[in-house]
C-alpha cells in the first residue's frame, strides 16, 4: 500500500521570524520554544527535534516534548497510522524499539547522548502506550508489529539501518524473515529471546490479564498507584533506578483510557509465539550475517544473564557487552554507558 508521511514542513511553519514556538504548535511553553530549534525539511515532511537541545532539558521536559502531536511526525501503515521521534541530520540512522507498555520516550537519554552523531527515529509502537489505535488490531502480534517495524523502514526510505531492540524481541522475526535489506546491523538489549516470551513475571501478569475479562482494564488502572509499580515482580522488576511518575502516567494513560487501545494489547498479549515457533525462529536468526551487539544487563531479573552469552555464540558476527547497575530497561538505568557503545557499534562495525 502507498504510505503517508506526516509532520511540519519549512513552509508551513513561515518565516523565521515567527519563531520556533509557532513551529511547535499550540500549547508550547516560551521555556520550551527557548530551548529547542526543531530542524524542519520540506524534502522529507517530517520534523526532527535537535538532540543537542534535547540534551540540556530536565527529564520531565524531554517526555512532554518527545510526547508533542505537533512535533511528532506520523506515518500510516497498513495496520495504521504510527507516531515517531526523528531526530534528523546526516549521520548515520538507529531506529530504536520499545516493549510493552511503552512509548519513544524511553530512549530521551540515550537520544540525548547520541546527540548529532546519529540520526535518531524512535516510533512509538502500538504496544499498549500508543496515542492512536490501530486500524487492523488483528495485525497487532508480535510477528505483525516485526512487519510494522520492517514497513516504517520502507516507508520512511531509511537504508543502512542499526535496528535496536530493548525488552520487546519480536522484531527478531523481521531479521531472520525479512524484508531485512535495510537493515545493516541490529543491537540486542535487554531484551526477548529464545524461549523468554513474555519475559518473566511482568510480562506474563499482562499475557494473563488479556486472557480474562476485564482484568486488564483492571490491570492498568492499578498501575495509578506507586505502590503497585514498584512492586517486586512487577515494574519494579524493570529498572534499578525508578522511572520518573510523569514518565510512567504517560506510558499507561493510553490504555488507562482508551478501550481501543487496550484492545491492541490484549490482541498483542494473546498473540505470544508457541515454543515450537519459537525454537524455529532461533534455527533462522543464525542466517543474519551483519554485525550484532548483544548489549545485556548483568543485573537483569527477566532476561537470563545466559541468554546474552547464547544470543552473542548464535549470529556469526556479533559481540557481547555486559552492562553493570542495570535491570532490563538498560536506556533508563545506564543510558550514557548504554549510548556510547552504540555509537561505538554503530560507527564502527556497523559502519565497516
Partial sequence: MPHTVTGWSRAAAGPESRGVANRLGPGSTHHEASQIECHL???????????????????????????????????DLTAGTIHYLDTGGDGPVAVLLHGVNMDATLWRHVVAHLGANVRCICPTLPLGSHQEPMDRTELVTHRGVSAMVGELLEALDLEDVALVLNDWGGAQFLMADGPSHRIAGAALVACEAFENFPP?????????????PG?????????????????????????????????????????????????????????????????????????????????????????????????????????????????????????????????????????A
Fill in 200 to 212: 518473566g513475571r511482568p510480562g506474563k501478569a499482562v499475557a494473563a490479564s488479556a486472557r480474562v
Fill in 41 to 75: 525539511s520540506v524534502q522529507q515532511s517530517r520534523a526532527p527535534v535537535d538532540a543537542y537541545p534535547l540534551a540540556h532539558l530536565l527529564p520531565c521536559q524531554r517526555v512532554r516534548l518527545m510526547r508533542k502531536e505537533s512535533v511528532m511526525p506520523t506515518v
Fill in 215 to 351: 482484568l486488564l482494564w483492571v490491570s492498568m488502572q492499578l498501575q495509578r498507584f506507586g505502590w503497585f509499580r514498584s512492586a517486586p515482580g512487577g515494574w519494579g522488576w524493570m529498572s534499578k533506578t525508578r522511572v520518573p511518575d510523569e514518565v510512567m502516567d504517560s506510558w499507561f494513560e493510553p490504555a488507562q483510557r482508551d478501550p481501543r487501545v487496550r484492545r491492541d494489547l490484549k490482541t498483542f498479549a494473546l498473540s505470544t509465539p508457541s515454543r515450537q515457533e519459537l525454537q524455529d525462529l532461533v534455527s533462522r536468526l543464525a542466517s543474519f550475517d551483519r554485525p550484532v551487539l548483544v548489549a545485556w544487563a548483568t543485573e537483569d531479573r527477566l532476561m537470563p544473564r545466559e541468554h546474552g552469552r547464547q544470543l552473542a555464540e548464535l549470529f556469526p558476527r556479533a559481540r557481547l557487552v555486559e552492562i553493570e547497575g542495570s535491570y532490563t530497561l538498560v536506556p533508563e538505568d545506564q543510558p550514557e554507558r548504554l549510548a556510547a557503545e552504540l555509537l561505538r557499534f554503530i560507527t564502527e562495525d556497523v559502519a
